[in-house]
């Protein structure tokens, strides 16, 4: 199960956070990744709300956002790991599932470096194992560039909204070539969700928010 793109902020209610939580526990997903901008303020204002998120019985994954870096990368990560949800952020992990191993690689948001995080992108692509199915969790679609000849089988993004409001979605896609929905890109499978939040005004109108469910055979 994928989420991105939550915005949260006060005006958030731990009722909705709630409810959030319930439904991915109904759905019983193997595994739960956050693909960025789980802020829309500083961590610290919205203790209660991250704390929540340790209710998610599934093993759980973040990456950063361009949303995160603003509002404070450090603190973000103290929450979330305490609520059993792991950082990914220019790292490998690898998660068993259903027999098999998959294989899991993150990148911290591409204005990263504003907080003076490099990114080793090569370094960190070249510890891959190439005989493991490889998921990327990158905020930014445009992150998929970087893929190359590296052995990504899918990569998961958000951060585009899906324009949010039609018809400004027309701009966003002269911005983003990959804007919402499934691509190819090579060998890779590219999905961008809309998310779940907003960015700005409280409307979303001909972009729904969504939850994705990737099902790997």
Known sequence: MQLSDLHLDKKV????????????????????????????????????????????????YYVSGNHDVVYGLKSLKIFMEQANITCLDNSISTFHVSGGILQL???????????????PIKELFSKLDNKLATILLAHQPKDIEYIKDNKIDIQLSGHTHGGQVYPLNLLVKFFQPY?????????????????LGYWGIKIRYKAPSEIPIVIIN
């Open 179 to 195: 804007f919402s929905g499934l691509y190819t890109y090579k060998k890779t499978l590219l999905y961008v969700t809309n998310g």
């Open 105 to 119: 690689v993150g990148l911290s948001d591409r204005y990263s470096f504003a907080r003076g995080i490099k990114r």
């Open 13 to 60: 209610s731990l009722e909705y956070i709630k409810q959030l939580v319930q439904k991915i526990n109904d759905i019983n997903p193997d595994l739960v990744v956050f693909t960025g901008d789980i802020l829309q303020t500083s961590a610290n204002k919205i203790q209660e709300h991250i704390r929540v998120f340790k209710a998610i019985k599934a093993k759980a």
